[in-house]
């Protein structure tokens, strides 16, 4: 499978506990970007990556919520001692870097379906 | 921040019937992205627009880009029941930084009816 893949798809914790999504960029890409779906709405950006440093996280919520992407392996959205709210879908995409001529066009993952009870 | 307003908000038609929705901004992008979503899966991209003006197909589906460069259409042809899902245009500005985030329309639920 050559596509962007998330894991778990579904995350089910209580209150206060952590929460960590995973993603795994497409072959050959270095850019990942995570984004926020709830219910009925279109996506909304949280936080853009490139390999060990964040770029853009203009639209991660400023408290308890963080990402990276290592020098190896996944990236990895962390969101400590969830809140109802923050149930959702979370979705990772990827693109190639800028060199490339299709480096605007971001691939999606199916997505982690998180819900807090 | 810069909205996107996507019309309609859902559609339903008879199989074989043609489809358009379309996409407004507030600002202006450099790159419109259309993607289709199911349920419970992640969206796919569609079409890819880079040029004012430009008008791009794929199969049964064409795009255009605006000349104002803040709005962007999608029209489907012949629609077939796997057309079912939602659609969203996506606005992106581009070159550098926090530019290449995409900023989402709310989607165009499309139902079609064998």
């Known amino acids: 499978n050559a596509g962007v893949m998330q894991n778990p798809r579904h995350l089910v914790r209580r209150r206060g506990q952590e929460a960590r999504l995973r993603c795994s960029p497409m072959k050959g890409h270095s850019h990942v970007y995570w984004y926020r779906q709830l219910p009925e709405e279109g996506l909304k950006f949280m936080v853009y990556l490139q390999k060990e440093n964040i770029i853009d996280e203009s639209g991660m919520p400023k408290e308890r919520f963080s990402a990276e992407f290592p020098k190896e392996g996944p990236s990895i959205l962390r969101i400590q001692q969830v809140v109802r709210g923050d149930s959702a879908a979370y979705f990772c995409a990827s693109s190639p870097g800028p060199g490339s001529p299709s480096y605007n066009e971001q691939f999606f993952g199916p997505g982690t379906r998180l819900t807090v009870l | 921040g810069q909205q996107l307003n996507q019309s309609p908000q859902s559609m339903f038609i008879q199989e074989g019937e043609d489809v358009s929705m379309n996409c407004t901004s507030s600002s202006i992008f450099n790159t419109w992205l259309w993607y289709k979503q199911d349920p419970g899966e992640g969206p796919v991209l569609l079409i890819a627009?880079?040029?004012?003006?430009e008008l791009t197909s794929n199969g049964r589906l064409t795009a255009q880009f605006g000349i104002t460069r803040k709005d962007s259409f999608l029209n489907i042809s012949a629609s077939i029941p796997s057309d079912v899902g939602i659609y969203f245009c996506a606005g992106q500005l581009g070159s550098g930084g926090s530019n290449y985030k995409l900023t989402f329309g709310k989607g165009t639920l499309l139902t079609v009816n064998p």
């Open positions: 627009l880079y040029k004012a003006g």
